[in-house]
C-alpha cells in the first residue's frame, strides 16, 4: 500500500503520465506575470513544473533559474570514482528539452529578492509577479560554523577543499584533484549538523578509494566525522570500507573538525579518547581535502523573510510543504528543512509531485490531504565499481510522520538498479533519454 503510494508521486510514475505541449506564455512588458512561479530548477523545481503543467496544461507556470544547464549531483561520485562509464556528460543536460516539452516557461535569471506582500521577486533580469510561490532553490553553506566571522578562511575553504555538495566547480576541482594525487592523505571533512544527501561523502570516500586501488595509488582517505557511526546507511558503509578497503579508508568517529592550515597542509581535530573519556586534539597532514560546512536552507528563504528553525532550515506547515510564514509560498527539496525526509534527488522529485498535486486541487477549490498522500524515498550509494547498497524509505502518517527503512544487502544487482534509476529520473524531469 505504502509503496504504491510512493510510486504514485515519484518519478517512475512520471514515466507513465502523457505530456501535453500547450504553452501558456507569461505576459510580455517590464514584469512577467504568472500564476505559480517556480524558483530554482533542481531536482524539486523541474518535478513540479513539470507536473503542474501536466495536471493543467492551461496554467501559467515559470521556472526561474540562475544556471545555464543542469548538473547533477547524483553520479556525481561514480563519475569521481572514475567507474560505470559514467562521463561528465552524463552529469551534464540542457533545459531546453524540458521546456520544449513540459511546456512551462523558463527565465534564466538569478533571483535576488522576494517582496512577499507585493508578491514580487525581483532577478537580475526582469521582475516577476507571482500567485503562488514554489520556493527550491537548495542549500546554502555554513562556513560561520566552522571559521566563525573569519570570511576569508571560508573563501579559502571553498576553493583549497571544496565540500562538492554543489554542482559545477566543486565537482570539477575534485575530478582534477583525485585524477592528479600522487599519493598521501585525502581527507572528508564531515559536519556534525544537518547537510545535502547523507550518503554523499562516505559514497564519495569508496569512489576515491576504489581509484586509488585501481591505479595503485599510495593514497589514504580519511574520514573525519562527529558521530559514532556513518550519517546513513551505517552498517553498509562500515562493511564496505573493511571488506573492499582496509588498507585505504581510515574511518575517525568521534572526531570534529577543528581548523585547517593549507600553508603546513594540516587539519586539526577534536578526537574522543575513550580511555581517557576525554577529547584530545590531533593533527592530520593531508595531501588532499574535502571539507563540508553544515548547510542551511537557501539564502532566499530568509530574504523573504520566511521563519526557519535555530539551524537555518524552513519551517512549515507539517505535513504539508507551505511556509509557517506564508500559505502562498510552498518550500520543496533540500530547502524544506527539518522533516523525516531526507534531502535526496527521489524525495525533491516525490515532494515535487506531491506539491503540484496539491495546488491543483487548491486552484480548483478542493482540498487535499497530506496524511494519506505522503512522499517516497529510495537512495543508492555505490561501493565499488560493480556494488552498491540502497535505502529505502517509506512513510506513514498517524499523530505525526513515521518512517521505516529497508536496507538492501551490497550487490551488482543494486548497482545496476541505481544506474537506472539515475538516468529513469533523467528523463522525467529533463525528458532525456540515454543514449
Ligand atoms: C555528491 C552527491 C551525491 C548525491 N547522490 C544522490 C543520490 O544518489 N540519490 C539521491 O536521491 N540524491 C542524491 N544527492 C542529493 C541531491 O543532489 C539533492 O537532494 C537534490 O539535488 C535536491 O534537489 P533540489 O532541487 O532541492 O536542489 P538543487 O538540486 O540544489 O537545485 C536548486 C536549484 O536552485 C537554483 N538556485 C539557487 N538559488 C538561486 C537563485 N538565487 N536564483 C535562481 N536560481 C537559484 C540552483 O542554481 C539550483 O539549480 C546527492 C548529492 C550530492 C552532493
Known sequence: M???????????????????????????????????????????????????????????????????????????????????????????????????????????????????????????????????????????????????????????????????????????????????????????????????????????????????????????????DPRIKPAAKPASFLQAFKEFYPDIIEYRSHSNFKDVDFKTKTITVETFNKKTVDYETKEIKFEEASIIPPNTSSKLVKKAGLATYAQGWAKLQQPTFRSVSDDR???????????PYPKSAQMANSCGYLVAAELINRLKNKSFEYKTHLPGNVCYSMLTNNKAVSISHLYEFTNKVHVTTITSDIDTYTADAAYGWYFGLIEDVLAIKKT
Open 329 to 339: 509560498v510552498y518550500i520543496i527539496g533540500d530547502a524544506q528543512g527539518e522533516y
Open 2 to 224: 505504502i509503496r504504491r503510494d510512493f510510486l504514485k508521486y515519484s518519478a517512475i510514475a512520471g514515466l507513465l503520465v502523457s505530456t501535453q505541449t500547450v504553452h501558456a506564455k507569461p505576459k510580455k512588458g517590464k514584469t512577467l506575470k504568472t500564476t505559480v512561479a517556480v524558483c530554482g530548477a533542481g531536482f524539486a523545481g523541474l518535478s513540479v513544473a513539470k507536473e503542474l503543467k501536466s495536471l493543467n496544461p492551461l496554467l501559467d507556470v515559470l521556472v526561474i533559474e540562475q544556471r545555464a544547464n543542469f548538473m547533477s549531483c547524483p553520479f556525481s561520485n561514480v563519475w569521481l570514482g572514475d567507474i560505470q562509464n559514467i562521463t561528465f556528460a552524463n552529469l551534464n543536460y540542457d533545459y531546453y528539452k524540458a521546456v520544449q516539452t513540459y511546456g512551462y516557461d523558463f527565465l534564466n535569471a538569478t533571483i535576488m529578492d522576494i517582496d512577499r506582500e507585493k508578491r514580487v521577486i525581483t532577478t537580475n533580469e526582469q521582475n516577476v509577479e507571482y500567485d503562488y510561490l514554489i520556493l527550491a532553490t537548495g542549500i546554502e553553506y555554513n562556513y560561520k560554523k566552522l571559521f566563525k566571522r573569519n570570511k576569508e578562511k571560508a573563501k579559502e575553504c571553498l576553493v583549497k577543499a571544496p565540500p562538492g555538495l554543489k554542482p559545477g566547480s566543486e565537482h570539477l576541482a575534485l575530478k582534477r584533484m583525485i585524477s592528479n594525487f600522487k599519493g598521501g592523505n585525502f581527507v572528508i571533512s564531515i559536519p556534525s549538523q544537518s547537510y545535502k544527501c547523507p550518503p554523499a561523502p562516505y559514497e564519495r570516500a569508496c569512489m576515491i578509494a576504489n581509484y586509488f586501488k585501481t591505479h595503485k595509488i599510495d593514497g589514504k582517505v580519511i574520514i573525519i
